[in-house]
Nanobody, 126 residues
Framework: QVQLVESGGGLVQAGGSLRLSCAASGRTFSSYAMGWFRQAPGKEQEVVAAISWNRDTTYYADSAKGRFTISRDNAKNTVYLQMNSLQPEDTAVYYC???????????????????WGQGTQVTVSS
């Protein structure tokens, strides 16, 4: 079992920054990949970024490239999402997710993850 708790969401003006954190407990954090997803009202959940267990590999959605950075601190059992140059279209509930099992599903899709946090709201005002 893995428990994930996100924090760091809030209200920010366009052009501002936020750093989301996701604290994990349970299974050995350094053994599995992590991802960040988001879901805006009326829209499908979408991947934002993902990172391998050893930080060697990262993935970013086109919407996140150049603005967001995913990182992890395995000593602190925490994954981060630094978000810069935020825009109103970034408004969503952001979820972290853990990929603890071997699966054929891609890290870019929700079925590639088996544990989810409760989400944290990010609101960007124009």
């Amino acid at each position: 079992q893995v428990q994930l708790v996100e924090s760091g969401g809030g209200l920010v003006q366009a052009g501002g920054s936020l750093r989301l954190s996701c604290a994990a407990s349970g299974r050995t954090f350094s053994s599995y990949a992590m991802g960040w997803f988001r879901q805006a009202p009326g829209k499908e959940q979408e991947v934002v970024a993902a990172i391998s267990w050893n930080r060697d590999t990262t993935y970013y959605a086109d919407s996140a490239k150049g603005r967001f950075t995913i990182s992890r601190d395995n000593a602190k059992n925490t994954v981060y999402l630094q978000m810069n140059s935020l825009q109103p279209e970034d408004t969503a509930v952001y979820y972290c997710a853990a990929r603890t099992r071997s699966t054929a599903y891609s890290v870019t899709g929700k079925f590639g993850y088996d544990y989810w946090g409760q989400g944290t709201q990010v609101t960007v005002s124009s």
